[in-house]
């Protein structure tokens, strides 16, 4: 027979981890839809599960010659150099945005080859270019 001693600590230890395991699910659900999930065309392209609704990244290389400007938007394709993907921007990109050059769009897909995005991230040197685009560069070669 357990003491009454006993038995209270091993109530507040099984009320104490209960507690914690509680606060950690909390904050994991809490971080998981503040994940976005970086893509490159050729992975949104051989993805059969992907989500058109939820906030993703796609990241490679502006494609020459496609940068085209209206007065509401910005479209332009970003290539992995196997597949490519139409972006839609309605804000005014950075300095160093231009073709050839790597970039990562963050929005949401239409569909598998349109891309509408809410951030470019192109903030970089000339001569930078974001470890995830590199990869995903390297797996198409």
């Not at 003491?3 to 950690?24: C, D, E, H």
């Amino acid at each position: 027979m357990l003491s009454k001693k006993v038995k209270s600590r091993i109530f507040i230890l099984i009320l104490s981890l209960t507690l914690v395991t509680a606060i950690i699910f909390f904050v994991l659900k809490s971080l998981e839809e503040n994940v976005v999930y970086f893509f490159s065309p050729t992975e949104i392209h051989n993805k059969s599960d992907i989500s058109f609704n939820k906030k993703i990244r796609v990241g490679g290389l502006v494609k020459e010659n496609s940068i085209s400007k209206n007065e509401k938007s910005i479209n332009f394709i970003i290539t992995d150099l196997k597949n490519e993907i139409i972006v839609s921007y309605g804000g005014s990109v950075p300095n160093l945005f231009s073709e050839g050059k790597g970039v990562v769009a963050e929005g949401k897909l239409k569909d598998k080859k349109y891309f509408i995005a809410d951030k470019i991230l192109a903030k970089h040197d000339e001569n930078y270019m974001p470890p995830e685009v590199k990869k995903a560069l390297e797996k198409s070669n």
